[in-house]
């Protein structure tokens, strides 16, 4: 590839070879001054989809036109809704079909998976966790320990970066979960750290918690649509995932969640249930005992979440026209002119947290600022840019690159530059 140059026609030449460019043109854009704002937030809340009003229109249509009828007749019955997406879902976390399903939200799946993989026993039942995990994801492992007795601040074991470092060796993390193997019952990470944007070896983190006799699970809330994984292959017991930041289904749409094939077709898995995760043929004879689906859909306790789902599903559909392959690979490019682009500012005094390898982070760059960071986010949100802010100090730009361009990489550096 040719050399990244810090000027606008190398930008736009970048964009004229880039074959997923015409993507942008599906998405609609917040306005600023009468211009599409550059949109850095897609790891926050990714944008609409063009084709997004007219799926839900459709449903509307059903529901007005057919009432109860739609969930058999129409162009997308309901009884089978939350089915539709999980093929194309499947794709981007490298799963079979039948270990995807979507229901609720994401720290709802967390709290449900983790009731069926969380066995405490003896002295194995400690859980642990990157230091710096996102919030719900630690209140939801605090508040689960506490339910089956156990003092949280003993039960929860952190892995931090070494004195002066940000980031997560992944050598430490290893060895924190052999050092601590016995007393293991879960290692629970975050694919992709939201703060730093570190994205960790699931699949050594996997085999590192099978080898102690421990769980391995992961929160890919900034992992799927952005990053391609292989859980299946990498032997991953369990995952979780919301669908509104980079897979750009609307504000608390419905999360995703997947169960490993060993335990998704045993139906002795444990798990609570609910009518939409029984056995179909069996769901209506009124008799006693719950019979799972042999499959993640299992795990589904209520109605298929039809209004949650109409905007994942209309726009998974952009994600199968593009391909995830094809996508990785111009946002490693996308970001890499970025923090090209970064490394040429002298006049602000930050540091980029997130790794520097490609292969170690997403679409997502940590901008930690010592002083001014407030300062920075406010000039960037009155200049037509949105990305966000983090405490203590970190602006996050994530160029997603279903709707991000080279340009727009460009247009921000621009105008950081005067800052
Ligand atoms: C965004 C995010 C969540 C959000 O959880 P909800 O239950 O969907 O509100 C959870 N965990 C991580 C790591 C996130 O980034």
Redesign the pocket.
Known sequence: MTPFEPIISFAQQMDSLDELAGFKEAFHFPQHDGRDVIYFCGNSLGLQPRNVEAAIQQELESWKTLGVEGYFHGPNPWLYYHDYVTEPLAKLVGAQKQEVTVMN????NLHLLMLSFYKPSGKRYKIMMEAG??P??QYAVETLLLHYGYNPGEAIIEVTPRENEKLLRDEDILQAIAEHGEHLALVLF?GIN?YTGQLFNMAAITAAAHQVGAIAGF?L??VTGNVPVQLHDWNVDFAVW?SY?YLNAGPGAI?GLFVHERHAVNTATPRLGGWWGNDEKTRFKMEKGFRPKASAGGWNISTAQVFNTVALKASLELFEKAGIDKLRNKSINLTKYLSFLLQHLANLDFEIITPPEPGRRGAQLCLYFKQQGRVVHDKLTANGIVADYREPGVIRVAPAPLYCSFEDCYRFYEIVKTI
């Open positions: 939200t994401l720290t709802v995990a996102f719900s994801d975050g939201y929160d809330a900034h919301c930041k999360g």
